[in-house]
């Protein structure tokens, strides 16, 4: 059963200044839901649509990152200006804003990363040449 016929997921996890793999709330992620959800209030949609901060959705190097369910949608460097965007086009009229979606192969890789990381084996940092950070 769907609760909400949107259900969005937007990651506002936010780490140290400098840390090596950012943080979606350095990238305006607490402004892009704030916003996100004064549209679904000035619209009156609060009962359809629904705006959740997430943590850390593991695609840090797309921050601010924000995700669309029930169509799985994954959207990257998304600032606040383009709210107005999102709001009109995908949430009101059901078409995903191209320029801004996570290309289903990025997520596949993204995917794959964490499955390596989840049995212990580390991809290596190409700038510093060290292990990531843990989350
Ligand atoms: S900090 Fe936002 S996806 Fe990791």
Redesign the pocket.
Known sequence: VERFEKHLFV?????PEGHL?????R?G?AEIKARLKACVKKSGLQHQIRVNS????????????LVVYPEGIWYGKVTPADVAELFQTHLLNNQPVERLKIPDAVLSELSEKSSLERFGIQIRDAASNSPEKP?
């Open positions: 990651c506002t996890n936010e780490r793999r950012g943080s979606c709330s990238c992620g997430a943590g850390c959705l593991d695609a840090c190097e797309f921050g601010a990152v989350r």
